[in-house]
């Protein structure tokens, strides 16, 4: 059991904190809440104590015998602090100690994460966009916002993004260091795709496979969160866009084909995570196929989808780098990493990154583990944890190769 620090400073959006509390929780993590004294106009503490379990006060007056205002700082594992407004990013760049969550961030030995969210004019001012420089520079985490509604009319870059982006972001700081998520993707234009495609058979049903896009989401969220600009183009996935992801939804192998090599013109990585169906049905019924009936086939032809992976290596430009994703599972000819260097050879990438699947692992699921094998030879294994953590793992070997 982990010992969190949500920090929640006063922003309409204090109210998804309240979220963020019940998904530490609920992962087994002891949380303290410490809000702002303006945060408690949006929640009250009430709301706080009830779903950590924890006191709640704001001021460094309270327990004072227990000098809370150093010991909350000091045995925290990690500190969260979601909304984290332009007033508290400048009292947190600026060292101020002027309540007790400033102050706890002041004693704080583990990683931080600041979530922003604040109007858009707010976030793209010079003075906040220096105060996050300053926070980073210090080894600070501070992730990007999220895109799209805002208080009131407005709508840009400043919405707090999702608890469950947070949660799952925070956890891959807990389990592999702040590290994790360094800011080495930033300047980056990464394209990543996720999830299954479907080849129609008639109106109703399909070809398709079992992939959920759970580990393309994480990949994508990862590499925002560490500077990338992101486009996810997503086959059937039915899961709330990452924050700070654009993304372009297709359903079919040809829909996902034209739209992974028209964004990744001009993109310094592209990450094939999707399952591509290999086959589609020759033709497509107008009518739904009945049993009985006099359109009941006796067969169902299927002719090949195109390669996306291999077109994508003959047609990249001068210096990206291509990752395919290989689900492969061992048989009487091969075990599952003699199949996955057979497909490296075959398609040319520059990565791979090679998923055991056999007796329905990864599908579907919250963990995975994977081994990253590359064109030169290098293996790398990385060991089973949330989705997250993989996504952390195959940035690295990533990011080592763009640097």
């Known amino acids: 059991m982990s010992r969190i620090v949500l920090g929640v400073a006063g922003g309409v959006a204090a109210y998804k904190a309240a979220l963020l509390v019940r998904a530490f929780t609920e992962a087994g993590h002891d949380v303290r809440v410490v809000p702002t004294p303006a945060a408690l106009h949006f929640v ?42 332009a007033d508290l990013l400048a009292r947190a760049a600026a060292g101020r100690a002027d309540d007790l969550l400033a102050a706890s961030l002041l004693t704080a030995h583990c990683p931080v994460v600041f979530a922003p969210a604040m109007h858009t004019e707010m976030w793209l001012h010079p003075a906040t966009q220096d105060n996050v420089a300053m926070l980073r520079r210090r080894g600070a985490i501070v992730l990007p916002p999220a895109v799209g509604r ?32 360094a800011p080495d993707l930033a300047g980056r234009r990464v394209v990543v795709s996720a999830g299954g495609t479907r080849e129609p058979l008639d109106p109703v049903r399909y070809l398709g496979n079992r992939s959920s896009g759970k580990q393309g989401w994480a990949l994508a969220r990862v590499a925002a969160a560490r500077g990338a600009e992101v486009v996810l183009v997503a086959a059937n996935v039915e899961l709330p866009a990452p924050f700070g992801v654009r993304v372009v939804g297709v359903g079919t ?67 990206q780098l291509v990752v395919g994703f290989a689900a492969e599972t061992g048989d009487d000819d091969a075990d599952v990493l003699t199949h996955a260097r057979a497909k490296l050879a075959r398609k040319g990438c520059d990565l791979l990154v090679v998923n055991d699947v056999s007796g329905g692992r990864v599908f579907g699921r919250a963990e995975n583990a994977a ?18 953590a993989v996504a952390a793992g195959i940035w690295d070997v990533v990011a080592a190769r763009l640097a």
């Open 44 to 85: 009250g503490a009430a709301t706080f104590e009830a779903l950590s379990g924890n006191p709640v006060t704001t001021d460094v007056w309270s327990d004072v015998d227990e000098v809370a205002h150093v010991r909350i700082g000091q045995t925290a594992d990690l500190v969260v602090v979601a909304p984290a407004t």
């Open 150 to 181: 805002l208080t009131g009319p407005d709508s840009g870059p400043g919405r707090l993004p999702e608890p469950a982006d947070i949660a799952a972001l925070a956890s891959v700081v807990l389990t592999a260091g702040p590290a994790a998520l």
């Open 253 to 319: 192998a040809e829909e996902l084909r034209t739209a992974v090599l028209a964004e990744s013109a001009d993109a310094d990585v592209v990450v094939m995570a999707a399952a591509v169906a290999d086959f589609r049905p020759a033709s497509v019924a107008a009518a739904k196929l009945k049993k009985g009936s006099a359109g009941e086939p006796d067969a169902v032809p299927l002719v090949r989808n195109p390669d996306v992976l291999a077109e994508l290596v003959t047609k990249r430009p001068t210096g």
């Open 371 to 388: 081994v990253v094998l590359a064109a030169d030879g290098a293996v790398t294994e990385l060991p089973e944890g949330s989705k997250d």
